[in-house]
């Protein structure tokens, strides 16, 4: 049985010896809902369609890892956005999500040492372009809210649009765009951190030489290397020196 440290309040490791140092790592891959933001976007936006609770609830499900098809039940949540406009997607953005504490100043710590920095995201490339732009983050992959022509602006349809890579960013996605951004890079993955909350961020976490948990749910504190219970994202700066 591993043993687990809390080494400052809220701060807790297992399985990895200290001192660990922030240059010895090359990439660090994000979550974006919940972890680098403050909000579940796809809660927010249902909001708008009067629909949150219904919507909330999929969403915690699945972030507990009661949902084993990610997949569907974001199909799901995202069917019950049909009818709202790109105008409410902008509200959101702009007066309900914020960067979580920490955030800013870890990712600018993290491109100061020399790494890359990957966001990947379940939620929707609305968003995560401008956090992208947002920090100075180097690639995100995220999924694409389909949009069709209203009386006065876009208006949702309930769909997502199939990209490239496939059709929905899931936990598996997440694992594979890890895997494939380190292989492009010529990074070992012990070189690797991963950084979440729910359970569709553990598949890229497990394959990481540093799993992070941020004021994760309990499957995914139990399955990490350093779990941030209290503060903000850059207390893990207090591990990597």
């Known amino acids: 049985m591993t043993t687990l440290t809390e080494i400052e309040s809220g701060l807790v490791l297992q399985g990895i010896t200290t001192p660990l140092r922030l240059k010895d790592f090359k990439l ?3 979550d974006m809902d919940s972890t680098l933001i403050n909000i579940e976007c796809v809660d927010e936006i249902a909001d708008a369609a009067g629909r949150k609770a219904e919507v909330a ?6 972030m507990r890892g009661e949902i084993a098809d990610y997949k569907e039940s974001l199909r799901q949540r995202v069917a019950l956005l049909k009818g709202v406009t ?14 979580n504490p920490g955030a800013a100043d870890l990712v600018a710590a993290c491109k100061e040492a020399g790494m890359k920095v990957l966001l990947v995201s379940g939620g929707f490339t609305f968003f995560t372009d401008r956090i992208r732009e947002l920090l100075g983050i180097d690639y995100a992959r995220s999924n694409v809210l389909e949009v069709e022509s209203g009386p006065s602006c876009g208006v949702l349809t309930g769909h997502m649009v199939d990209q490239p890579w496939g059709d929905i960013c899931d936990g598996a996605e997440k694992r594979r765009t890890l895997l494939e951004v380190a292989s492009l890079l010529g990074i070992p993955m012990e070189k690797t951190i991963a950084m979440g909350d729910g359970a569709n961020d553990l598949p890229m976490m497990g394959v990481a030489g540093l799993s992070v948990a941020f004021h994760a749910k309990p499957a995914v504190r139990a399955k990490a290397h350093v779990a941030i219970n209290s503060g903000g994202l850059d207390r893990l700066l207090t591990v990597l020196r």
């Open 28 to 30: 660090i891959a994000f």
């Open 57 to 62: 609830a999929i969403t915690e499900a699945a």
């Open 86 to 99: 790109v105008a409410h997607m902008e509200e959101v953005y702009t007066r309900r999500l914020q960067l």
